[in-house]
């Protein structure tokens, strides 16, 4: 039987029918002008209630809130006009700029009130990068869940955190490991107390010991700053283990050996050269009898690295600064401490990781710089905060120390002891590091192509933390060495920014980088005799005799300049002083008599050391493939010697060329062809070489010049050089 068809106005409705049916058209979502941000977050629907919506109350129990705008303003319906200019989008800005992100990411997760407090700051004038770090910390967190008792919020609560072993350290495992969801070390070391005389066994003496930590305070210490200086002298007195272990005074002591004249500090009395290897030979044995990792053993493996750099071992060096980031990430010194356990830190321990960690992380960029490889830890992998700046460390005397032995003569003159300032020196050596480190990041493991806007970028972050250094670590002449040692390294690593584009010039800016480089390597020089002047080079940080050799590449190129001429002189005599402290300081110094050997230049009369020359090994003077000298051999001069105009990054027609695409030039330069810096253009470039970043063949002067670069004009007067233009080089070229 078929039910016949009525009409719909005739249609009966049974109660429930028509009830439902009004539930439903209540029930249904209402359009709402702005949803809230956890709404949003989670792409769930949104009543649009003020000041709590109705989901986040109800269905998810969390806290609801707002876009500060939102609230007052209606939502815009119009729709944006089409981005017409070559301008950058927001989020495009955000992606180059990781403070600018973490800003941004931080307003668009707080509250209204928090949101407030990040806006004001920045209408303030406070440095985004600093602003960032304070919110990395103070990240907004997860609201805990009803059933915060199940067995997948226990799990979320170990899974990437933090963990205390029972030794006390800590350990830190990333969210894709499960080796630190439960404890399986063995029993834990018994640490004793340790005599306060007894944390060496290759003296008993304790005016020597006084005497080396004095001197390791006063001249290394205030520089790299790899620890506590309070808490290891307060534990060293006490015997405590704690911050203090027979490895870390060990590898100390070996690096204090360096500064000391004493015999007692070296393994063979009559031979200076063996300064500090008996401490340091106590230090290895130590290491290899006790591999676990502490806060004491990554300050102890920092402390070795120097020491077998400032010996010339670079290679050790190295693999010892190796150790001691990884053993920093190991802790997970890097990151801040939350998650289970995370109370039983004391403040002094958390202030000495930040100590530690920080330390670790300029030694390891100045590392990358100096040996030219990708640094062991990406600046944006960090969220630890800086040190805390206390007025009772930062008011702190420095005092230049002095020898009062009768054996050894004062190589200071006596000054009126400073303030100190090591905590907000280390500020700015970190904030300096930080740029540098994506700078590296930029030279060795590229993501997109090179531009001379990025050059420009990197320049002006460069010289805004320059301008922007507090007026107690400016350059004065009773300013502390650390001071000098601090704006030596700023100089360098605004030299190496410019130094592989040496062959170019900029087509929209004046700012010329081998201007940039003269100037800075000028500006390190002066430092050096300011120094030497002040304090005598008998006790320098290490990182000056790298300083002295990058301005000394320059100076060769400058010749004969009368300013290159004085300046390279003089650099040369500081490198020969300096080896009474640094070994490494010779080996500059050679390298720099060698290259200028290479590249058949004649050095000033009073660099000209007919001893050290005779003593070089003697290669032939054959062109190297990576810099060929150009120009003419001058007539004799006045003295009736003979010398080059000056040395031309460019090559000339019977030179050697890359074997990219035939006859082609090298796009960079570096005047250490054989040092491994991948700074030269091969036939596959991989992803560690900087020439990667351009994507094309060295000739394509037309696609260079889209990306803002233009083949450089040498001549200047005051180089002596004669210039090529870009008609010489399309000669060159074909």
């Known amino acids: 039987m078929v039910r016949p068809l009525l009409p719909k106005d005739e249609r009966k409705e049974s109660p429930t029918t028509s009830d439902s049916a009004a539930e439903a058209k209540a029930a249904k979502r209402r359009c709402v002008s702005s949803a809230c941000l956890p709404c949003r977050k989670r792409k769930s629907k949104c009543d649009g209630t003020v000041p709590h919506c109705s989901t986040c109350i109800a269905v998810y129990h969390t806290e609801c809130h707002y876009e500060l705008e939102a609230e007052t303003a209606p939502r815009r319906k119009v729709a944006l006009p089409k981005r017409t200019d070559r301008s950058p989008s927001p989020s495009t800005s955000r992606d180059r700029d990781p403070a600018l992100a973490t800003i941004v990411a931080a307003i668009a997760t707080a509250s209204g009130g928090e949101a407030t407090e990040i806006v004001a700051r920045i209408r303030s004038g406070e440095r985004l990068d600093a602003i960032a770090d304070s919110l990395k910390d103070h990240s907004v967190a997860l609201l805990a869940r009803t059933d915060s008792h199940s067995l997948e919020a226990d799990f979320a609560d170990i899974v990437g955190t933090h963990t205390i072993n029972r030794s ?62 309070e808490c290891l002298l307060h534990d060293m007195a006490q015997g405590r283990p704690k911050y203090c272990s027979p490895l870390l005074v060990n590898a100390l002591l070996a690096c204090a050996c360096n500064y000391s004249d004493r015999p007692e500090a070296r393994a063979h009395a009559h031979d200076p050269t063996t300064a500090g290897n008996h401490f340091f030979a106590e230090a290895r044995r130590l290491l290899i009898e006790d591999e676990r990792s502490s806060l004491t053993a990554v300050q102890a493996l920092g402390l070795m690295s120097l020491r077998e750099s400032s010996a010339g071992r670079d290679s050790s060096g190295y693999q010892y600064a190796g150790r001691c980031m990884r053993m920093a990430l190991e802790l997970g010194l890097h990151l801040c401490f939350a998650g289970v356990g995370a109370n039983r830190l004391s403040p002094t321990e958390i202030e000495v990781r930040k100590i530690t960690f920080w330390g670790a992380f300029t030694l390891d960029t100045v590392w990358s710089i100096c040996i030219g490889r990708i640094s062991q830890l990406p600046r944006t992998a960090i969220n630890v905060k800086k040190p805390t700046l206390a007025d009772a460390i930062e008011q702190k005397p420095w005092t230049a120390y002095v020898e009062s032995d009768a054996g050894a003569a004062a190589a200071v003159v006596a000054a009126p002891a400073q303030t100190s300032h090591t905590h907000k020196l280390l500020h700015q050596f970190c904030f300096l590091s930080e740029i540098a480190n994506d700078m590296i990041v930029m030279f060795y493991a590229p993501r997109e192509r090179f531009t001379s806007k990025k050059l420009l970028d990197f320049y002006a972050r460069y010289t805004q933390w320059h301008q922007a250094l507090p007026s107690v670590l400016a350059i004065t002449p009773d300013a502390t060495p650390q001071v000098f040692c601090l704006h030596m390294y700023y100089h360098t690593v605004v030299l190496y920014l410019f130094r592989p584009f040496l062959k170019v010039d900029l087509v929209h800016s004046p700012v010329s980088p081998r201007a940039v480089c003269t100037t800075s390597a000028e500006r390190i020089s002066s430092l050096a005799e300011a120094y030497r002047g002040r304090y005598s080079l008998r006790r320098v940080c290490l990182l000056m005799t790298h300083c002295l050799l990058s301005s000394s590449t320059i100076h060769l190129l400058n010749l004969p300049a009368p300013g290159a001429a004085r300046h390279l002189t003089h650099d040369l005599r500081h490198l020969q002083e300096m080896t009474a402290n640094h070994a490494f300081a010779e080996r500059c110094r050679r390298i720099v008599l060698l290259l200028a050997q290479k590249w058949q230049i004649t050095l000033p009369a009073e660099a000209d050391d007919a001893r050290t020359r ?110 090529m233009t870009e008609e010489d080089w399309a000669q060159i070229l074909r």
């Open 168 to 229: 006390g350290e800590t350990r830190y495992f990333g969210h894709t490991s499960s080796l630190g969801l439960v404890s399986t070390e063995d029993d834990p070391p018994v640490r004793h107390y340790v005599p306060a005389g007894s944390w060496t066994r290759v003296t008993a003496d304790p005016g020597l010991i006084g005497h080396l930590l004095d001197l390791y305070f006063a001249w290394q210490h205030p520089f790299y700053v790899l620890f506590s200086k």
């Open 614 to 723: 005779a003593a070089l090994p003697h290669t032939p003077p054959s062109p190297s493939p990576a810099l060929v000298p150009y120009g003419r051999v001058a007539e004799a001069t006045d003295s009736g010697r003979t010398r080059r105009d000056s040395v031309d990054l460019l090559p000339s027609d019977d030179s050697p060329v890359s074997s990219i695409g035939g006859n082609l030039v090298d796009f960079f330069w570096t005047p250490f062809p054989h040092q491994g810096v991948p700074l030269q253009a091969t036939l596959d470039p991989g992803p560690m070489d900087i020439s990667a970043m351009l994507d094309v063949r060295s000739s394509n002067w037309e696609q260079y010049s889209r990306d803002g670069f233009k083949m450089a004009n040498v001549t200047d007067l005051s180089l002596g050089g004669q210039g």
